[in-house]
């Protein structure tokens, strides 16, 4: 079956990363997995080498959901949903800790890392999520403060979550070859929420409140939201005449902490 552009799909096909990438995973007898977009099945034929307790994949597409249905029909341990990521209700999985392996179409990546960021209940129901990207994206994730890359990805990914790049991936390796290299990052969330909120899409709120022009100075951003309270100034040691990215990732935790608590 040939890939759809419209739904972002290059299928991986290099036997060598696909080992690689499930390595990673460090599947024992008890894991539960899941798999987003698995495609052809190609890294979900590799998890079953390794004998989980349970797979469970989402897969957008009809016809591919059908020739994994067809693929896996004799697998019980195996469970598909047709169904979208974006979508998709995981608390269904809240008494299994799940790993998930997602190869994300590029136009939903950061999205789909947005949603399992910003859930209310902490520790999520994930271990581990490991994740392909577009090398771009995944280089505004792991972008330290001061760096050309730092933005409000950073900010979000590095919120509640331990970051590690595990390897890039040449264009190579995909069917049909895209226009660019790919890069695995794996992420741990951290058990203890330093920087609390009630309602964790604040943080994405106000990151985009103040990145809108990321190349100006954030004193009317400030002003528009905060209505210039000195005291958050004070609090914080704010300089209104940097840039967003001159602000250091705690700085946005704390100032979205400081707009919740002006919407209750």
Not at 12 to 41: A, M, Q, R, W
Not at 176 to 205: R, W
């Amino acid at each position: 079956m040939y890939p759809k552009k419209s739904l972002g799909q290059n299928f991986l096909k290099d036997k060598n990363i696909i080992k690689k990438i499930v390595e990673i995973g460090n599947i024992k007898s008890n894991t539960v997995l899941l798999e987003i977009g698995p495609g052809t099945g190609n890294l979900t034929n590799e998890i079953i080498n390794k004998n989980p307790k349970k797979i469970y994949l989402i897969e957008k597409d009809k016809n591919l959901y059908q020739e994994l249905k067809d693929k896996f029909r004799n697998d019980k341990n195996i469970f598909l949903f047709n169904e979208d990521a974006l979508k998709f209700d995981e608390k269904k999985f809240e008494n299994d800790q799940i790993i998930l392996f997602g190869n994300l179409p590029y136009n939903i990546s950061s999205q789909l890392l947005a949603k399992w960021i910003l859930i209310k209940k902490w520790p999520p129901w994930y271990n581990k999520l490991i994740l392909m990207f577009q090398k771009e994206v995944a280089d505004r994730i792991i972008a330290k403060f001061g760096s050309r890359d730092y933005g409000r990805l950073s900010i979000l990914s590095n919120w509640r979550l331990d970051i590690k790049k595990h390897f890039d991936i040449s264009k190579d390796c995909f069917f049909p070859k895209p226009k660019v290299d790919s890069t695995l990052l794996t992420f741990v969330p951290i058990k203890k929420d330093y920087f609390q909120l009630n309602d964790p899409k604040k943080l994405e709120q106000i990151t985009r409140i103040f990145f809108s022009n990321k190349r100006k100075m954030i004193n009317k951003a400030f002003n528009r939201t905060f209505q210039n309270d000195k005291k958050i100034i004070s609090d914080l040691n704010l300089n209104l005449n940097l840039r967003p990215a001159n602000l250091k990732m705690e700085i946005y935790y704390k100032l979205a902490q400081k707009y919740e608590k002006l919407a209750n």
